[in-house]
């Protein structure tokens, strides 16, 4: 929701000054990690029991990792839609501005399966494992 709002302010805002890339993608490395850690961490007590059972059944840890970080470039993803169609509909196919766009969801996956990683790693989640 907050990478919708961040889009649609730059739209407004757009209007008033000339677009400032450097100022944008800056916003965009810190709102998108830091929405996307958050989304992680919203449904974090039905994950452990998921987690453990991952690896009670043979998944191995960066098995489970890597589903984080694709889950979370898919939420960064779909939250940067708007600003994907809009550079796809006004520049060419491959320009720097969807390349920072795939740069802000890619740390947003990183992001998203930081806590993870965390909760994993941690003792506390080992014990549970072993009892």
Do not use: D, H
Not at 25 to 38: D, E, G, I, R, S
Not at 53 to 60: N, S
Not at 110 to 124: C, G, V
């Amino acid at each position: 929701m907050a990478i919708l709002a961040l889009g649609s302010l730059e739209s407004v805002f757009e209007q008033l000054q000339p677009f400032n890339q450097s100022v944008w993608f800056a916003t965009l490395l810190v709102l998108v990690p830091l929405t996307c850690a958050l989304a992680a961490l919203s449904n974090s007590s039905r994950t452990q029991r998921e987690e453990l059972a991952l690896f009670a059944y043979g998944g191995a840890g960066w098995q489970i990792q890597l589903r984080y970080v694709v889950r979370g470039f898919v939420v960064a993803v779909v939250g940067l839609l708007p600003l994907w169609f809009r550079f796809i509909a006004t520049e060419n196919v491959v320009s720097f501005n969807l390349v920072l766009l795939l740069i802000s969801a890619t740390v947003g996956g990183l992001a998203y399966a930081a806590p993870a990683l965390k909760r994993t790693r941690s003792l506390a989640f080992v014990e549970q494992y072993k009892g």
